[in-house]
Every structure is written in C-alpha cells, then in structure tokens.
C-alpha cells in the first residue's frame, strides 16, 4: 500500500491579478526621482518587505541602493501593495517577500520640423548672378 500524504506548503499572499497586475501596478504608481532623472541614473533597486496577515505591507528594507531618490522611490511604491489575504491553518502568517524595482529613463523621441527660407540676395550692378541660396531652421 502506498500513502502519499499530501505536503502542505505555506501559502503566501498573492497580489490579486498575479505577477502582470503586480507590474502594472509598478509601473503606473513609480515616479522617477527628479534628483536621478538630472543625474541620468538608471539601474535596479531591490526590495525585501513583509506582508501581514491582512495583505499589508510592512518592514520595508532596500537591499541594493541605488541612491539619487530611487530608494525613497522604491519604498514609497513598495508601501502602497495591497496582498490578498493569507491564512495558514487558520492562522494569519506574515510573509517575507522580494522585488526588484527598475529605473530607466524614458527614449526622449526627437523629432525634427524644418523650414526652407528662400534668400534671393540682392544684385549690385557690378556681381554676378550667384543663385538663390536656401536657409533652414532646424527645430526639436
């Protein structure tokens, strides 16, 4: 006869709508930080948080700073996670969770508007006729 007990993991608190929402929310809420957006700091600040019974977020840590407000960036977001709540045998467990926060700069898009000036210099009667020469206005 072979009995196979069934293996009870934890269960940990799951963002509602999984790891796409999780992004989502991430990505709608972050605000890069003036002082790193001047200083063109892009890179990855990684987070260690506990979620409480009832799907809050507590004991934000920074793991690997980035600095240039990123930090204060990563755990402002990190704070505002709402879990579903978590119950294992019937108890309310607290989980350690990890995340990684990414900063990058948005690609500025360039675009270019020129206009063509059409310059007919103006003759003396001893120079030669030279052309009509053109002039452009570069504006991004």
Not at 22 to 28: H, N
Not at 33 to 48: D, F, H, L, S
């Amino acid at each position: 006869m072979d009995h196979h007990k069934e293996k009870k993991f934890i269960k940990l608190p799951k963002y509602p709508g999984g790891k796409p929402a999780f992004q989502e929310f991430i990505r709608k809420n972050l605000r890069y930080p003036r002082e790193a957006a001047k200083n063109k700091i892009e890179g990855t600040v990684y987070v260690k948080y506990k979620v409480d019974g009832l799907g809050r977020v507590i004991d934000v840590k920074i793991t690997k700073s980035l600095g240039y407000g990123c930090d204060e960036e990563a755990e402002r977001v990190v704070r505002l996670l709402k879990y579903e709540k978590a119950k294992n045998r019937g108890l309310r467990v607290v989980a350690t969770m990890r995340t990684r926060i990414n900063f990058k700069l948005p690609e500025i898009k360039v675009q270019y508007q020129y206009k063509k000036e059409k310059k007919t210099p103006e003759k003396t009667d001893n120079e030669k006729d030279t052309g009509t020469t053109y002039g452009y206005t570069i504006t991004y």
